[in-house]
């Protein structure tokens, strides 16, 4: 049986928050751009679909594992407006990034680097979760228990 375009977007909103742009990729196939756009209106209005509301429920379920350039990255990609995302990653992370970059740190390392070449290694990972270069020198720089309580 054929599924109908506002079934599809109720389905996949049933399933978590969803971006504006990641729902026209979706409902893509099953009608015109402009029968898409019609949709997403509706489910706008309807206070179904909220750019805002998905930006806040991705930081808040990322911002454990994921700095502030990622999370903005990631947002951006999945078409969410600076505004929107600014919003967001303040609301959920506030001052705690270096908090979030420490505890992602400890979950990964168990010792500090030994040499150049695993701070490089470290500091690399670290980067890669999206944590700024301030952020990871001020982590790698840290012996345990140096951090505060």
Not at 35 to 48: K, W
Not at 54 to 74: I, M, P, Y
Request: overall charge positive; charged content about 35%.
């Amino acid at each position: 049986m054929a599924m109908n375009m506002h079934d599809r977007a109720l389905r996949c909103l049933a399933m978590r928050e969803h971006s504006r742009t990641e729902l026209a990729r979706k409902l893509g196939p099953l009608g015109t751009e402009d029968e898409v756009n019609a949709e997403l209106d509706r489910l706008v209005e309807l206070g179904l679909l909220s750019d805002a509301r998905f930006a806040e429920a991705f930081v808040r379920t990322k911002a454990r594992r994921f700095g502030a350039t990622r999370l903005r990255s990631e947002l951006a990609q999945r078409g969410v407006s600076a505004a929107l995302i600014g919003e967001a990653i303040e609301e959920s992370c506030g001052d705690s990034e270096l908090a979030r970059a420490r505890d992602v740190y400890r979950r990964k390392f168990a010792t500090t680097p030994a040499d150049a070449r695993e701070w490089a290694k470290q500091a690399r990972f670290l980067q890669g979760r999206g944590f700024s270069t301030d952020i990871i020198r001020r982590v790698l720089k840290e012996q345990p228990g140096d951090e505060p309580a």
